[in-house]
């Protein structure tokens, strides 16, 4: 009976030893660790459609699945399949360009739906006109005062010049006075000294 009960014994643990050696995990210990399973996130375009990303995906690369946003708007204005077919129509430099372009006619097509982008084209070209106006204004007005200023520059000028010309005018009749009295005193010196010797 112990004979029976130690082989019985020794036939489990030889299965189980070579289970154990069989098995991946025994052959290579860090094989989980050193290569894990990589979950590729949908893009937000598939993700919406709720269909299965493929590797080539031609959405995936311009609608990441970080802005879902960015789809939604463009889908509900042209479609996926009008999308889809626009992009693949183009070549791989002018896709991200179209993308763009798309997500931003569809963001105007929403707040307007009557005019769109050609709205907001009319309202840029009249804030365009509208400033050009202001500018031509103001143009105008630097003119105006440059002018003023030219000419209360030269007024003051001629002020100025008028001015130098009449000192000039008066100098000499401010002088002719002294001149005579110091030929006045001059000859009285000189009648003096004529009339020295009368007194001695």
């Given at each position: 009976?112990?004979?029976?009960?130690?082989?019985?014994?020794?036939?489990?643990a030889a299965t189980a030893a070579t289970a154990?050696?069989g098995s991946p995990a025994a052959l290579s210990?860090?094989?989980?660790?050193?290569?894990?399973?990589?979950?590729?996130?949908?893009?937000?375009?598939?993700?919406?459609?709720?269909?299965?990303?493929?590797?080539?995906?031609?959405?995936?690369?311009?609608?990441?699945?970080?802005?879902?946003?960015?789809?939604?708007?463009?889908?509900?204005?042209?479609?996926?399949?009008?999308?889809?077919?626009?992009?693949?129509?183009?070549?791989?430099?002018?896709?991200?360009?179209?993308?763009?372009?798309?997500?931003?006619?569809?963001?105007?097509?929403?707040?307007?739906?009557?005019?769109?982008?050609?709205?907001?084209?009319?309202?840029?070209?009249?804030?365009?006109?509208?400033?050009?106006?202001?500018?031509?204004?103001?143009?105008?007005?630097?003119?105006?005062?440059?002018?003023?200023?030219?000419?209360?520059?030269?007024?003051?000028?001629?002020?100025?010049?008028?001015?130098?010309?009449?000192?000039?005018?008066?100098?000499?009749?401010?002088?002719?006075?002294?001149?005579?009295?110091?030929?006045?005193?001059?000859?009285?010196?000189?009648?003096?000294?004529?009339?020295?010797?009368?007194?001695?």
């Amino acid at each position: 009976m112990e004979y029976s009960e130690n082989t019985t014994t020794t036939t489990v643990a030889a299965t189980a030893a070579t289970a154990g050696e069989g098995s991946p995990a025994a052959l290579s210990p860090t094989s989980s660790s050193s290569s894990p399973s990589v979950v590729l996130s949908p893009c937000a375009a598939c993700k919406i459609l709720r269909r299965r990303c493929a590797e080539k995906c031609v959405l995936a690369p311009y609608f990441p699945p970080t802005e879902p946003l960015k789809f939604t708007i463009a889908h509900r204005v042209f479609g996926a399949s009008n999308i889809i077919k626009l992009l693949q129509e183009l070549p791989e430099a002018q896709r991200a360009d179209a993308v763009n372009s798309m997500v931003y006619e569809a963001n105007a097509r929403l707040r307007d739906p009557v005019y769109g982008c050609a709205g907001a084209i009319c309202q840029l070209q009249k804030q365009i006109g509208d400033l050009q106006a202001e500018l031509a204004k103001a143009q105008a007005e630097i003119m105006n005062i440059q002018c003023q200023n030219a000419n209360l520059f030269e007024l003051i000028c001629k002020q100025v010049a008028s001015q130098n010309h009449d000192q000039q005018n008066n100098l000499p009749q401010q002088t002719l006075p002294y001149q005579e009295t110091s030929a006045f005193f001059f000859d009285e010196s000189t009648l003096g000294v004529a009339w020295e010797p009368l007194w001695t």
